[in-house]
């Protein structure tokens, strides 16, 4: 079972529309998680922290439950340019290894 | 400055080649990170470094040496690689106190002839 899994999509969904990612991890000892986006041919670049208390920034949503070990996130009102892979990561302690998923493509057709 | 830095942009290199990959930050972060990417899977880490020394090796074949000069510093040297070794390397940095948010450079396209 890999320690990090997600939904590989590919998701192709209206613009305007919600989509929701949603992610499992097996190790309990995780201690921070992230949603990353990946552009085409780029690098992965820091989307949000999630917490244990859920987090907003703006059209995006991240919930944790640790008592499930399941990660999720939000995107409403897509926009055409949140065409990406999302990266579902989870981290132990700090400067420590940080472990990916397998990412989830993410498409928006106008 | 909230950049990672990393030189060349892309590489082409033959087996016999030693070549070098370099990154660099002034985010002031303590930790600092190799990853390698292949099309279409996630990163994978290759090296941690944290307080310049090197504290995670994820069992990386020899042909790749990292060296962190100094704590804006990381570099990459490559030799006798193999056509596999083709890939994306990423560079990330993070504070050491911090919940381990990395940050990534855009990378060094690398391909091994």
């Known amino acids: 079972r890999k320690e990090v899994e997600q939904d590989p999509g590919p998701f192709n969904v209206p613009e305007g529309a919600t989509v929701a990612f949603n992610c499992t991890y097996s190790?309990?000892?995780?201690?921070?998680f992230f949603w990353y986006r990946q552009d085409c041919r780029k690098e992965p670049k820091l989307l949000m922290s999630v917490y244990s208390s859920g987090n907003e920034d703006g059209r995006f949503t991240a919930q944790l439950n640790r008592a499930s070990q399941y990660i999720s996130l939000l995107i409403r009102d897509s926009k055409l340019s949140d065409s990406a892979t999302y990266l579902c990561v989870v981290g132990y302690s700090s400067a420590s290894k940080i472990i990916f998923g397998s990412g989830t493509r993410l498409s928006i057709r106008p | 400055d909230t950049e990672v830095t990393q030189t060349p942009k892309h590489l082409v290199m033959g087996m016999t080649n030693k070549k070098s990959l370099k990154c660099e930050q002034h985010m002031g972060h303590r930790a600092m990170y190799w990853y390698k990417q292949k099309a279409k899977k996630p990163p994978e880490l290759m090296f941690v470094y944290s307080y310049e020394k090197l504290s995670i090796n994820e069992s990386v074949p020899s042909r790749f040496s990292p060296e962190c000069p100094n704590s804006s510093l990381l570099n990459l040297h490559l030799h006798a690689l193999q056509p596999e070794d083709s890939a994306l390397y990423l560079c990330?940095?993070?504070?050491?106190?911090?919940?381990?948010?990395?940050?990534f450079g855009p990378g060094t396209r690398l391909t091994v002839l």
């Open positions: 190790n309990s000892a995780s201690q921070s």
């Open positions: 990330a940095s993070s504070t050491i106190t911090h919940n381990n948010e990395q940050f």
